[in-house]
């Protein structure tokens, strides 16, 4: 897959992680994004390791957008966790 895949990937799995785990998020659309790119890899290599799967087949395969959300949901928890308690003076 492209870039272009990849990026657009990650966009919707953002988008579809922010609506499984709704909640105030510190972070606004640009952070959702990020997080769902950066996801989208991570749920890529994740398969790879644990499961010795290729869950990166192509675009519309479905273990390709399971493993983005997984790896945006888990992103988002964690990005949840580290920024979500700041208060601002």
Do not use: C, E, Q
Request: hydrophobic residues 60%; glycine residues 18%.
């Amino acid at each position: 897959m492209g870039i272009i895949a990849w990026i657009l990937i990650g966009l919707l799995a953002g988008i579809i992680a922010k609506a499984l785990m709704p909640g105030k998020d510190p972070g606004g659309i640009i952070i959702t994004m990020l997080i769902g790119i950066a996801g989208g890899l991570l749920g890529g290599w994740l398969g790879k390791v644990i499961f010795g799967v290729d869950s990166i087949d192509g675009f519309f395969d479905l273990s390709t957008w399971l493993a983005a959300i997984i790896g945006s949901l888990i992103l988002l928890a964690l990005y949840r966790v580290f920024t979500g308690n700041r208060r601002h003076a």
